[in-house]
């Protein structure tokens, strides 16, 4: 069974930093586009960032400078180091696995996602 777990997520104030992390577990993704989006209340899932199979990251304006995406193929996971972070950053994040190996800007490219974790940045 294929799963994309996220973890990091949690409270804090304008211009702190956190941490996600995604482990993938039941298949390889090496292969695969990685990628963080994020959803707030009564809002779409926007795109934040993706890493291409070979390492190549694409980044929305929005968090340009601020965030930054990496992954570890040997232990099948995917990170986003968020600095400076802003009230509007607040969000669900969520990681997703996409079988373009080059990563797509579009939420329906990706075949797999996580369940999510809470990011609140309070002002």
């Known amino acids: 069974q294929v799963q994309l777990a996220e973890s990091g997520g949690g409270l804090v104030q304008a211009g702190g930093s956190l941490r996600l992390s995604c482990a993938a577990s039941g298949r390889t993704f090496s292969r695969h586009a990685m990628g963080w989006f994020r959803q707030a209340p009564g809002k779409e899932r926007d795109f934040v960032a993706v890493?291409?199979?070979?390492?190549?990251?694409r980044y929305a304006d929005s968090v340009k400078g601020r965030f930054t995406i990496s992954r570890d193929n040997a232990k099948n996971t995917v990170v986003l180091q968020m600095n400076s972070l802003k009230p509007e950053d607040t969000a669900v994040y969520y990681c997703?696995?996409?079988?373009?190996?080059?990563?797509?800007?579009?939420?329906?490219?990706?075949?797999?996602w996580g369940q999510g974790t809470q990011v609140t940045v309070s002002s």
């Open positions: 997703a696995a996409g079988a373009n190996p080059y990563g797509s800007s579009r939420s329906n490219e990706y075949d797999y």
């Open positions: 890493i291409h199979w070979s390492g190549g990251k």
